[in-house]
């Protein structure tokens, strides 16, 4: 079987939605559903408004921003597209995100395939699997799960260069090792750092907070 090559196209998809995810290019790739995804966004978004927040988000991540720096419309179709990669599913857009795109579909719910349910990232970081789906094998419930590796350990890993600096989640600009493990890429599962200490996100930015 020939395995189709992945065009520039889905490569700078996969790869600026890794901000929006928390998961490595590799962990997007390995669901088999990144093409599918920016089809589906481009449906429901329309292709000329994607193309406005794709261009958007680009200029935030080349500029070392991040949501922060998106308009609440652009706002609400990075969530949607991080609850695509992690459910597999197509949210409801806040009623005036929709009402400003001018879709005439309706605004709801829905599961984009079957696949895409089973391969929804939300599994994966707490090491579980979607029911009726990819069972962990009999007598895996009595093996230890693996060690936590430190942050240190994750920034070689992902091979991140000590003068390269960050921004994406944070105020300012910050060292690659002074970034918090929680918003590292990867299962956060796996980091030393309990669910309690991880800050609660923020809520929607108002109008005038963009101005």
């Known amino acids: 079987m020939t395995v189709p090559a992945v065009t520039e196209e889905i490569a700078d998809f996969v790869g600026r939605c890794v901000p929006l995810t928390g998961f490595a290019v590799f962990d997007l790739y ?21 193309a ?5 988000w680009t200029r935030a991540l080349d500029g070392r921003g991040g949501p922060q720096d998106l308009s609440p419309v652009h706002l609400e179709v990075a969530r949607a597209l991080a609850y695509l990669w992690l459910t597999g599913s197509w949210p409801r857009l806040a009623p005036e995100a929709h009402a400003a795109l001018r879709r005439q579909m309706a605004n709801e719910e829905f599961v984009v395939a079957p696949e895409a349910y089973v391969e929804g990232l939300v599994w994966r970081t707490f090491h579980g699997h ?19 590796p430190a942050g240190d350990g994750l920034r070689q890993e ?7 600096v960050c921004r994406t989640g944070l105020e300012s600009e910050v060292a690659v090792h002074a970034v918090p493990d929680h918003l590292l890429p990867g299962y956060r599962a796996w980091r030393q750092i309990p669910p309690s200490a991880v800050p609660t996100s923020s809520g929607p930015a108002t109008k005038e907070e963009h101005a």
């Open 30 to 50: 390995a669901t088999g559903m990144a093409e599918r995804y920016l089809e589906t966004a481009r449906q429901q978004v329309g292709a000329a408004a994607f």
């Open 52 to 56: 406005e927040f794709w261009a958007a």
């Open 130 to 148: 979607p029911a009726g789906a990819k069972p962990p094998g009999f007598g895996t419930w009595a093996v230890p799960p693996p060690a936590q």
């Open 158 to 164: 992902l091979g991140l260069d000590e003068e390269l």
